[in-house]
């Protein structure tokens, strides 16, 4: 009988040891999920933050562009105004 029941007791601790190898796995595959969710979360903030930057970059750009034909066209000298002549008050 003490053979039965120390057969018994040399399988808990093996019993033991593979429970806390997959509570192990199941946790790193907790972890490894985690890791990959945080992962995409930050490229999609990256993502979103450089396409926010290329539209500041472009309105910028524009903006630019809008001031330089503005000074060109104040740059360039007005035509001379028509003279008054008798004919034109009639």
């Given at each position: 009988?003490?053979?039965v029941v120390?057969?018994?007791f040399d399988w808990v601790p093996i019993i033991a040891i593979v429970?806390?190898?997959e509570r192990c796995e199941k946790e790193d595959i907790?972890?490894?999920i985690v890791l990959?969710?945080?992962s995409l979360f930050a490229v999609f903030l990256s993502t979103a933050a450089a396409q926010r930057r290329r539209e500041a970059c472009h309105q910028v750009a524009?903006?630019?562009d809008?001031?330089?034909k503005l000074r060109q066209q104040l740059a360039q000298p007005s035509p001379a105004?028509?003279?008054k002549t008798c004919a034109s008050r009639s």
């Open positions: 009988m003490s053979g120390s057969g018994v429970e806390v190898a907790m972890k490894r990959l969710l945080v524009q903006a630019k809008d001031a330089l105004p028509m003279p």
